[in-house]
């Protein structure tokens, strides 16, 4: 008795795992966008449109930008003018992923 007891409560915590461990990624993967792209439209859109050229409050035309890598990081981390920094919002590591998206945006010349 004492010993089923174990197998389903360890059982129930299999599955609680999997499930909890498992959704996030399986939303990505569903929603079909990288996470870039994800925290682009969470936090640039609004200036800078869905397909950066928006241009809203005086943002620049992300798609003529000819900042390099590095120099867009510095600038999503430090901000400029009315775009807020965003060091403490967004981790080092989202900062490479919304800067790899902004770079993979379509080129107007
Ligand atoms: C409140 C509006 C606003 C938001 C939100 C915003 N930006 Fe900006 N962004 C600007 C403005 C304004 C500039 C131009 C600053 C300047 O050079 O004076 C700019 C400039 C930039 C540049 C430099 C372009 C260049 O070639 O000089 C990059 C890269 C950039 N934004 C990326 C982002 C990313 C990535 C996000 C989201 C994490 C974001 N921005 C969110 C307003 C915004």
Redesign the pocket.
């Known amino acids: 008795m004492r010993k089923t007891f174990i197998a389903l409560a360890s059982m129930a915590l299999l599955v609680l795992a999997c499930s909890s461990g498992d959704a996030p990624v399986e939303l990505g993967a569903e929603s079909g966008i990288s996470e870039g792209e994800r925290?682009?439209r969470m936090?640039?859109?609004?200036?800078?449109g869905t397909d950066g050229k928006l241009g809203?409050?005086?943002?620049?035309?992300?798609t003529?930008?000819?900042?390099t890598k590095e120099?867009?990081i510095a600038?999503?981390r430090e901000?400029?003018?009315?775009?807020?920094p965003?060091k403490n919002?967004?981790s080092a590591k989202d900062?490479e992923a919304?800067?790899a998206?902004?770079r993979s945006l379509p080129k107007t010349k």
Do not use: P, Q, W
């Open positions: 925290i682009y936090n640039c859109t609004l200036c800078h809203f409050n005086g943002a620049k035309d992300l003529k930008s000819t900042l120099e867009m600038r999503v901000g400029k003018g009315t775009m807020l965003y919002m967004l900062i919304v800067v998206h902004v």
